[in-house]
Each structure stands twice: as structure tokens, then as C-alpha cells.
């Protein structure tokens, strides 16, 4: 036997085992995706830091569940927190991914209910820092078992 007639062999074999598990249904699908963002907030800072998430974050959430883009959010207080986990948890549930035409959509939306571009934003972001810092964040898509 040649080759070629082996390797074709061995294909025509694998498909047809492989067929078989490809053909079953999948236990789960796609859900909601999930961002988390952990927040240590600075010593005397919490209210000021919940005062501007009661403010503009809960504003833009409340936007985003407008325009379909955010299914819910929550602050999630960590209790007892041991040396280096957050204070809050900030979590934002989105309906799916964003392509980049979306985010950029959805850029100029923020924009204008906030009456500021992407720099002043930024900058509005740095100043935040004297009440909190960013000290991680994950991204986690649920998986709906069927």
C-alpha cells in the first residue's frame, strides 16, 4: 500500500468514529457574559467611592440595560476582606460579546450621555484614584446546562 492510500485510510476511519460524537448534542450553550472588576477602596474613601457609583456608573449600567447591552449589574460588598482581596466587587452582566464596530457605538453613546470624549473619561478615571484602586478584573461567560 501506498502512502497516500494509508493516510486516506486512516482519515476514512477517524470520520467515522468521530462522526458519531460530533453528532451529539452539546450539554450546555453560550450564556450571559460577566465582568468583575475588584475594587480596593482607599483608607476614609468608601462613601465618596459609593456616592460616584450610586452617580455616573450606576447611570451608564442603567443606559446599557436601556439599549440592551447590559442585562444587570451589582456592588458586592466583600466582607472581612484578608490583605490584598477588594472591598467591592463591581460586576456587569452583558447579554453577549461586542464586536468592535459595537464597543465603538456604544463609545459614543457614553460620550454623549456623559458630555465627555474618551480623554476626559480617562482623566475622570485617574482622578478616582485618590478613593480606589483597580486591583483586578475577570471576564467570565456563563454556560447554560441544558
Not at 19 to 44: D, H, M, R
Not at 66 to 82: A, C, D, I, K, T
Amino acid at each position: 500500500m501506498t502512502f497516500a492510500i494509508r493516510f486516506f485510510a486512516a482519515a476514512a476511519a477517524a470520520l467515522f468514529f468521530v462522526t458519531p460524537a460530533l453528532a451529539q448534542e452539546q450539554s450546555s450553550k453560550p450564556g450571559t457574559v460577566w465582568n468583575f472588576s475588584y475594587i480596593q477602596v482607599e483608607p476614609g474613601q468608601m462613601q465618596r467611592y459609593i456616592d460616584y457609583l450610586a452617580g455616573d456608573w450606576k447611570k451608564l449600567n442603567e443606559m446599557g440595560k436601556q439599549e440592551g447591552w447590559v442585562v444587570s449589574y451589582h456592588v458586592l460588598s466583600v466582607n472581612n476582606p484578608r490583605a490584598g482581596e477588594p472591598d467591592l466587587i463591581l460586576a456587569v452582566e452583558s447579554k453577549d460579546y461586542y464586536s468592535n464596530a459595537e464597543q465603538l457605538a456604544q463609545q459614543k453613546k457614553i460620550e454623549g450621555l456623559l458630555a465627555a470624549d474618551a480623554r476626559k473619561m480617562d482623566t475622570q478615571s485617574g482622578e478616582r484614584k485618590s478613593m480606589r484602586k483597580l486591583a483586578g478584573s475577570m471576564e467570565l461567560q456563563e454556560l447554560v446546562l441544558k
